[in-house]
């Protein structure tokens, strides 16, 4: 049984730097790769990025820039963070099991809402 | 690169069938057989439906199944029951290491 739990700051001020970790309880954490996805309140879902065990990385082009995914194996969990937040960037934020070639998210996070407001 | 194109709603009464669509291009859709379907009640996370265009994970009913025609996937639901009712997402490896996803459709069972 595959369970994600995720935590973080849940509101931050314009310009701040959203930070978000997930643990991964069961399964194979070093045979996956692990993604960040979000959802805008009412709207659809956008991909982040991913990172696998050893660390290798791949972001979506849109927030390349201010997106930094990173992984402790030691844990078995993996972080996100995004930088110079704005009211755009208010979204439910998933961890997710699934990334590489196939991008099959089979497992998700129970979602964390983060609200940019000042 | 946009996102790929669904219907924002589809309908149908108990025990009809439904197809949702999802266009991309020939960089996305057309051009890899790893499209998946995704099904999200309100308040939830999203939950895997059909992977790799056509198969569907352990436990997901065989009314679900899945599509490819050349840059358009769909998602068809046969039998339509009340539990059906709820959002559904496709998306698509775009390569380059970069997933699209759908901007949703909003299945009502009428």
């Known amino acids: 049984q595959v369970q994600l739990q995720q935590w973080g700051a849940g509101l931050l001020k314009p310009s701040e730097t959203l930070s978000l970790t997930c643990a991964v309880y069961?399964?194979?954490?070093?045979?996956?790769?692990w993604s960040w996805i979000r959802q805008p309140p009412g709207k659809g879902l956008e991909w982040i990025g991913e990172?696998?065990?050893?660390?290798?990385?791949n972001y979506n082009p849109s927030l390349k820039s201010r997106a930094t995914i990173s992984v402790d194996t030691s844990k078995n969990q993996f972080s996100l963070r995004l930088t110079s937040v704005t009211a755009a960037d208010t979204a439910v934020y998933y961890c997710?099991?699934?990334?590489?070639?196939?991008?099959?998210?089979?497992?998700w996070g129970q979602g964390t809402l983060v609200t940019v407001s000042s | 690169q946009s996102g790929l194109t669904q219907p924002p709603s589809a309908s149908g009464s108990p025990g009809q069938s439904v197809t949702i669509s999802c266009t991309g291009t020939?960089?996305?859709?057309?051009?890899?057989?790893?499209v998946s379907w995704y099904q999200q009640h309100p308040g939830k996370a999203p939950k895997l439906m059909i992977y790799?265009?056509?198969k569907r994970p352990s436990g997901v009913p065989d009314r679900f199944s899945g599509s490819k025609s050349g840059n358009t996937a769909s998602l068809t639901v046969s039998g339509l029951q009340a539990e059906d009712e709820a959002d559904y997402y496709c998306?698509?490896?775009?390569?380059?290491?970069?997933?699209?996803f759908g901007g949703g459709t909003k299945l009502t069972v009428l």
């Open positions: 997710a099991r699934g990334g590489g070639t196939d991008m099959i998210i089979g497992y």
């Open positions: 069961g399964g194979s954490f070093s045979a996956y790769y």
């Open positions: 990172i696998n065990h050893s660390g290798s990385t």
């Open positions: 020939s960089s996305d859709v057309g051009g890899y057989n790893y």
């Open positions: 790799e265009v056509t």
């Open positions: 998306s698509s490896y775009a390569g380059s290491n970069n997933l699209l």
